[in-house]
């Protein structure tokens, strides 16, 4: 930390260019404090550490997020072609849930994602 920023904001923002999120400007309008939680905690310790591929992450990631009912996951989807994601693995993991989290999750997910797939803006 010579420099005086913590490493885990450089592995985050690696992980977050990866990701083709930039540097989740989203977040960092909201509020500096918390885009630096998510940076260095979630993207810098989380995602960068060994034993699952970035892809592996982002398949959790959606998942639980749709489970959830999360409107983050819009961001996930806009993106998700940068890890190799295509429109119908998306649908299938939408549809993968259907059983575990309910129907009405995964209507609010397919919603989320063909607003996405539209162009909208996708809502944190």
């Known amino acids: 930390m010579a420099d005086g920023k913590d490493p885990r904001e450089a ?4 992980v977050l260019a990866q990701l083709g999120w930039g540097e989740n400007e989203g977040v ?3 509020d500096e404090d918390l885009w630096r939680i ?8 989380i995602w960068a550490r060994p034993g699952l591929s970035l892809r592996e992450r982002e398949l959790i990631c959606l998942s639980v997020l749709i489970a959830i009912g999360a409107h983050g996951v819009a961001l996930h989807f806009k993106h998700a072609h940068e890890l190799g994601f295509t429109p ?3 649908k299938e993991i939408i549809l993968q849930v259907i059983p575990y ?3 009405p999750k995964a209507l ?9 797939q539209a162009g909208e803006k ?3």
């Open 28 to 30: 960092r309008e909201l």
């Open 88 to 90: 119908e693995e998306l």
């Open 11 to 14: 592995a985050g923002l690696a």
């Open 122 to 124: 996708p809502r944190l």
């Open 38 to 45: 998510v940076t260095e905690t979630n993207f810098g310790t």
């Open 108 to 116: 609010q997910a397919m919603a989320i994602l063909k607003r996405t």
């Open 101 to 103: 989290a309910g129907l």
